[in-house]
C-alpha cells in the first residue's frame, strides 16, 4: 500500500545546528509533499511544498528537498532555536496520506 | 480572517454513546476534511466534503459520517463509540483540495471511557 514513513524517534539537536528530518515515501510516486509544524495541543501549520519536478524550495531557515531516486524528501533547519522544538509532519495531500510525524527538539 | 474553528474542545463519553463534532472553516474555503490523529496511527484521513458533496472518503467504517452545510460549516458523527475512537480529531479547511495547504483547527479530543 502507499505510505509515508517518517522516523518516529524524537531528534534531539543542539541550538545553533542544522536539524535535518526525514520523509520517506513507498509504492507510489508522489506529484508533491507538503511539510506542516505541529505543536502539542495544536493543528498542523502549513510550512513548504515541493513538487517532484523541484530539486529544493527554501524558506527562510528553511529548507525542504525531494529526491526521486532515493524517494524520499528532506526538511532541514538550519541555524535551529529552541523555538523550533515541535513535530514536524510530511504529508501527501493529494493522496491523503500524512507520515507519523518526527519530534523535534532543540536544547540551549 | 479568522482560522478554523472546532467545538468542542475536549469530550468525554462513554462506550456505546454517539458523539457530533463541529468545523467552521475559513471563509471562503470551500472544502473541508477531517482527520483522527493518534500516537500510533499518526494523522488518518477519515473524509472530505467540497459544496456540501463528499468527495473522497477515508477507510473507516460506517460508524463514522458526517456532513458540510451551505455555508461550508461541517459536522462530523461517531455513533457506537469504542474505546478505540479515543483520539484528536482535526478539521482542516482550504480553498481548493490539492496543493493548497491545509489550514487545520485545534482539534476536539475525544476521550471514550
Known amino acids: 500500500s502507499q505510505k509515508i514513513e517518517q522516523n518516529s524517534e524524537a531528534l534531539n539537536i543542539q541550538e545553533g545546528k542544522t536539524a535535518t528530518l526525514t520523509c520517506n515515501y513507498t509504492?507510489?510516486?508522489?506529484?508533491?509533499l507538503q511539510w506542516y509544524r505541529q505543536d502539542p495541543g495544536r493543528g498542523p501549520v502549513f510550512l513548504l511544498l515541493?513538487?517532484?519536478?523541484?530539486k529544493e524550495k527554501r524558506k527562510e531557515r528553511l529548507k525542504v528537498t525531494f529526491d526521486t531516486t532515493l524517494k524520499q524528501s528532506l526538511f532541514h533547519i538550519t541555524a535551529s532555536q529552541p523555538a523550533d522544538s515541535a513535530t514536524y509532519l510530511c504529508?501527501?495531500?493529494?493522496?491523503?496520506?500524512f507520515g507519523t510525524g518526527t519530534r523535534l527538539q532543540v536544547f540551549p | 480572517k479568522a482560522g478554523v474553528t472546532q467545538t468542542p474542545r475536549y469530550l468525554i463519553k462513554t462506550r456505546g454513546q454517539q458523539v457530533t463534532l463541529s468545523c467552521s472553516p475559513i471563509?471562503?474555503?470551500?472544502?473541508v476534511s477531517w482527520y483522527q490523529q493518534t500516537p500510533g496511527q499518526g494523522l488518518q484521513f477519515l473524509f472530505e466534503?467540497?459544496?456540501?458533496?463528499?468527495?473522497n472518503k477515508g477507510n473507516f467504517p460506517g460508524r463514522f459520517s458526517g456532513r458540510q452545510f451551505s455555508n461550508s460549516r461541517s459536522e462530523m458523527n461517531v455513533s457506537t463509540l469504542e474505546l478505540g475512537d479515543s483520539a484528536l480529531y482535526l478539521c482542516?479547511?482550504?480553498?481548493?483540495?490539492?496543493?493548497?495547504?491545509?489550514?487545520f483547527g485545534n482539534g476536539t479530543r475525544l476521550t471514550v471511557t
Open positions: 482542516a479547511s482550504s480553498f481548493e483540495s490539492g496543493e493548497t495547504p491545509l489550514h
Open positions: 509504492n507510489y510516486s508522489p506529484a508533491y
Open positions: 515541493i513538487r517532484e519536478n523541484e
Open positions: 471563509s471562503g474555503h470551500r472544502s
Open positions: 466534503y467540497f459544496s456540501e458533496t463528499q468527495r
Open positions: 504529508a501527501d495531500t493529494d493522496k491523503l496520506i
